[in-house]
């Protein structure tokens, strides 16, 4: 197995340090308003320094932390947080032919302590063969050749986190329409179901079939990624995938909706895992495996 990750990407540590930030203005008591007044900075730059758009420079963060009172140590710890923060994900290589959503998706799931997918359509990333994944994403991009082996190419290197010394407990709830699709053809389908069963065989790897038997489900629609985190300063992440409005991440809040609610969909992630029994796992993908044999 592959060496474990050195520490989080940094774009966790951008999330943490943007975060902080916000508590810490908010334990002072203050608003943007003021803050910005105070600092003689305009109120758009605070606003994009805590939601991330742009990097606070360490003698900003120094003033900014001892305007807000918070104590030495903290502002030493946050100073170096900002540092790593500023540091460039491995991911960026592929930022010509990946959305920044899907870089930053990338960077959650490489530094992720447990990983839950819900997938209606396709076998999830992480699990498929390197001729499968070509075979989508020559689908998908198929008026953008030029983009096709780098995204095969990105969805390979994720794979490396199901094999680390300490890998991420990875859990998978897939439709069972998505093994009685035939992608890239018979013989791409019946090497990738192979593929599946061998990964099953991993402790840290949990693959659950939707039987048809079920129905209609929470949630069926849409794909999904829940994210946790091995530091408990980190919240849980949800990502969305939406044809209309392209890969979008959500994060924990007051005022998230149940729509974009990460605690939700890890509350439906559950109730899906009870609907799904992992004991019909093996059973199902080998009907399927001798049907496509016949």
Sequence with gaps: MADGAAGPDPTVHRRRLRN???????????TQRDVAAAMDWSQSKLIRIETGAVNISTNDLRALLNHYGVEQAKIVSMVELARSAREQTKWNIYRDVAAPEYIAFCGYESSASVIRNFEPILIPGLLQTEEYARSVVST?????????????????????????????????????????????????????????????????????????????????????????????????ILYLE????????????????????????????WQLEQLAPKEEFRGKVEQRLADLER
């Excluded at 902080?20 to 203050?30: D, H, P, S």
């Excluded at 392209?246 to 990460?262: F, K, L, M, Q």
């Design 20 to 30: 902080e930030l916000r508590k810490a203005r908010e334990t002072a008591q203050m």
């Design 140 to 236: 998908f991009e198929a008026n953008s050749p030029h983009r096709i082996d780098s995204l095969v190419d990105l969805r390979m290197q994720r794979q490396e986190i199901v094999t680390l010394d300490n890998p991420p407990s990875l859990h998978f709830v897939i439709d069972e329409s998505v093994i009685r699709r035939e992608v890239g053809g018979a013989e791409i389908t019946r090497r990738q179901l192979k593929h599946l069963l061998e990964l099953s065989e991993y402790p840290n790897v949990t693959i659950r079939i939707m039987p048809f038997s079920q129905g209609m489900y929470p949630r069926m629609r849409s794909p999904y990624v829940h994210f946790e985190f091995p530091a408990a300063e980190d919240e849980d």
């Design 242 to 269: 939406s044809p209309a409005r392209g890969d979008i991440i959500r994060e924990s809040s007051p005022e998230e909706t149940e729509e974009v609610n990460p605690v939700i969909y890890l509350g439906i992630f």
